[in-house]
């Protein structure tokens, strides 16, 4: 294993010139796109002695040389300045929004990594039959409707429609209603009735002894969960199918069968991790991406994490906040690549660094 | 003509070691594989008999339906259906035995060992693990298994180091000599032997073939050995049946059909090996043409079109199968209207 903890170390000593070239490409592209300066773009109303107040207190002025080391020593220190928006410490934002972000991730990796390996090993195993037709339609429906849409589909069936159908039975309306409510994170009300240890709601409610508001937590995250979640099985399912095809097909299936070993074995033991194990790589990058925030599924169902925090800023032109989002998704993609890389060295022992 | 590889060739042994207890009947097998154009007929009308303790050597042509044979006795034909036939091991009808009894017999009953060149071992998979794996479908695991393994790599020649490691990290002579213990380990009464030394370099290729021959003795297998190497039929085969576009051409003892080759099929098959000594054979000889469309295949000789003896006889009808007699009185078919008493005046002027 001596060669798999040089790897892990080498991995990790590379990020750091990988994160840092990335910040650069965030630092230069916002600078160069239109309405970089946001001064100019905030509000017509403002009299040139307050842009240039606004842009000396951003150090717009200097020359970029001289911004950009600023920038790269304020990131290393993890001051990313303060936002238009809300006059507050940015780091201080990211640090609330993160947690919400990482619970929707979270949650919809667990329900849309299982489904997807199963749906992609059904459907590679009945290749052409009724089953993978319909896990076919399924995944390419689902991944061809924008999410924004499904959300507000699943909103419209289970927190409204379908809780009308038991509109006589009051037991059961209430039931419905409490599993699936159509926003937010938690009831109103609910966020200031725990400590706030970790800004993980799911670990500070428990930590707070408020089992109710961690079920409360829970059945705010299954909609939006089930949306990301859905997604992301598509995704997985078709890699897995096209994966599981081509497995079948290798002659250690064949000669497994002809050793008398069982038809189920074979396929979802031999042939099935086979299959996905090279889609790590994918499941990881999938994970990075929602962890850089699920803009259209925060905003469909309200959630205060990184995506609407990104979408709020952006629309304000909130310069600095968008910048301090952009240099956490890069650290976060970076890291969890690693991860992923990691984790695919050690299930496949073909993969030697 | 073929004595460079008589010369290698083991003495046939008295006939009666073999040839009396049939161990698997192929009975007027048609297997075909269904297309958008139509049937591609890979299995035509084949009769074939193994007897107990004998090697059989299945050869022909890549195509010929030669694999495809061997996957149908063990029910694992991927796309083909048999049309009509019966194929008996030891009185069980495979044919028309349910999948899920056909599972049991595949191991410990008939097995087949693969060509190890590609992904024949699970690459996910520590060697031993196959083993146990193996050994667990069809036995309760107890020391004596360990045992089992632990001999059969020793016969083998596999160090039991290596247990441990990955498919991948093993030559292609290991991963075939591994390929081997695997089919072993169950102690199977009939091998389908495919082609099991093809991917290997020659010297690995002899090493292999004579613990190949050796164990075949020792665990007294019937093996069905599949092949387009003549040289490896005369080392290891008692019998040959020699395979063209589905059909068997020509089926007999193996120092027979050396010498004395009756189908002309077979015969420029022989013609064909290289023969460095000799000047005239030293460039490489071919049959003209190639086989047939298998697709819907005329109701004539599969050969005629590549017969130089053929007469408007090949063209018109299919011949049947022949009986020849050789005095060391193995049985001898051919399928050819050379030796048919009724057509044999036919091609009196070759």
Not at chain 1, 159 to 171: A, L
Not at chain 1, 256 to 270: F, L
Not at chain 2, 302 to 331: M, T, W
Request: hydrophobic share 45%.
């Amino acid at each position: 294993m001596g060669s798999l903890t040089r790897f892990v170390i080498t991995r990790i000593a590379l990020l750091i010139p990988m994160i840092w070239l990335l910040v650069t490409i965030v630092f230069f592209l916002l600078r160069v796109l239109p309405g970089a300066n946001p001064a100019l773009v905030m509000n017509p109303k403002l009299t040139n002695e307050q842009v240039e107040l606004i842009s000396e207190s951003l150090g717009l002025e200097r020359p970029l040389i001289e911004q950009y080391f600023d920038f790269l020593i304020k990131t290393i220190t993890f001051d990313l300045g303060v936002s238009y928006r809300t006059n507050i410490d940015i780091a201080t934002e990211l640090g609330l929004a993160f947690g919400p972000t990482l619970m929707l991730s979270v949650f919809g990796v667990l329900i849309g990594v299982p489904l997807g390996i199963v749906m992609g090993g059904v459907a590679g195993a009945h290749r052409e039959r009724y089953l993978d037709h319909i896990i076919r339609l399924f995944t390419i429906g689902i991944y061809s409707i924008p999410i924004f849409l499904v959300g507000i589909f699943m909103q419209m069936f289970f927190s409204y429609f379908i809780p009308d159908i038991f509109r006589g039975n009051p037991t059961i309306y209430a039931i419905l209603k409490e599993i699936f409510p159509p926003v937010s994170l938690m009831d109103a009300g609910n966020t200031g009735e725990f400590n706030h240890y970790t800004e993980i709601w799911l670990i500070d409610t428990i930590l707070s002894f408020r089992l109710d508001l961690t079920l409360d937590l829970l059945t705010h995250l299954l909609m939006p969960s089930l949306a990301l979640g859905m997604l992301i099985a598509g995704v997985i399912a078709r890699q897995v199918r096209t994966n599981m095809i081509y497995h079948l097909e290798q002659e250690y299936v064949h000669f497994a069968r002809a050793r008398g070993i069982p038809e189920n074995v074979v396929k979802y033991r031999y042939a099935l991790k086979n299959s996905v194990v090279p889609t790590i790589g994918l499941i990881s990058l999938q994970f990075a991406l929602l962890l850089a925030g699920a803009i259209l599924t925060e905003t469909t169902f309200n959630i205060p994490g990184l995506g609407r925090f990104l979408f709020q800023s952006l629309q304000e032109k909130d310069f600095p906040a968008v910048q301090g989002v952009m240099v956490l998704f890069v650290i976060i993609v970076s890291i969890v690549s690693v991860i992923g890389d990691v984790l695919y060295a050690l299930l496949d022992p073909r993969i030697t660094y | 003509m073929t004595s460079s590889i008589l010369s290698s060739a083991r003495k046939t042994q008295s006939n009666d070691r073999y040839y009396n207890k049939a161990l698997l009947e192929i009975k007027n097998l048609i297997v075909e594989y269904p297309v958008k154009e139509g049937n591609v007929r890979a299995i035509d009308d084949v009769s074939l008999t193994l007897y107990r303790g004998e090697v059989l050597g299945l050869v022909g042509e890549s195509g010929c339906g030669k694999s495809s044979l061997g996957f149908t006795i063990l029910k694992l034909l991927k796309g083909g259906v048999i049309r009509s036939g019966e194929i008996s091991f030891n009185d069980i009808n495979l044919v028309t035995i349910p999948e899920g009894e056909m599972q049991l017999l595949r191991g410990p009953e008939l097995s087949m060992i693969f060509q190890a060149s590609q992904n024949a071992l699970n690459p996910l998979q520590k060697v031993l693990n196959h083993f146990i794996d193996t050994l667990k479908t069809h036995y309760r695991w107890n020391d004596e298994s360990w045992q089992k393994i632990l001999e059969l790599l020793n016969r083998l020649e596999i160090p039991e180091s290596r247990l441990e490691d990955y498919p991948f990290q093993f030559s292609g002579g290991m991963q075939q000599r591994i390929v081997i213990a695997l089919t072993l380990i169950l102690n199977p009464k009939l091998i389908i032997a495919d082609e099991p030394t093809t991917a290997l370099d020659v010297l690995v290729q002899a090493r292999l073939l004579e613990i190949l021959k050796e164990i075949i003795k020792e665990y007294d297998l019937t093996v069905l050995y599949i092949t387009h190497d003549l040289g490896i039929v005369a080392e290891i085969t008692n019998r040959v049946a020699i395979m063209y576009a589905g059909q068997i051409l020509e089926i007999g003892d193996t120092q027979t059909i050396f010498q004395n080759a009756a189908h002309p099929y077979t015969r420029a098959l022989i013609e064909a090996i290289p023969n460095v000594k000799d000047e005239e054979k030293k460039l490489l000889s071919f049959i003209p043409g190639h086989p047939p469309d298998l697709r819907n295949p005329p109701l004539i000789c599969c050969f005629a079109d590549r017969c130089s003896y053929s007469q408007d006889i090949c063209h018109s009808k299919k011949p049947q199968s022949i009986n020849l007699n050789f005095e060391n009185g193995v049985q001898h078919k051919v399928k050819c209207f050379i030796y048919d008493d009724r057509y044999g005046h036919l091609f009196d002027q070759k």
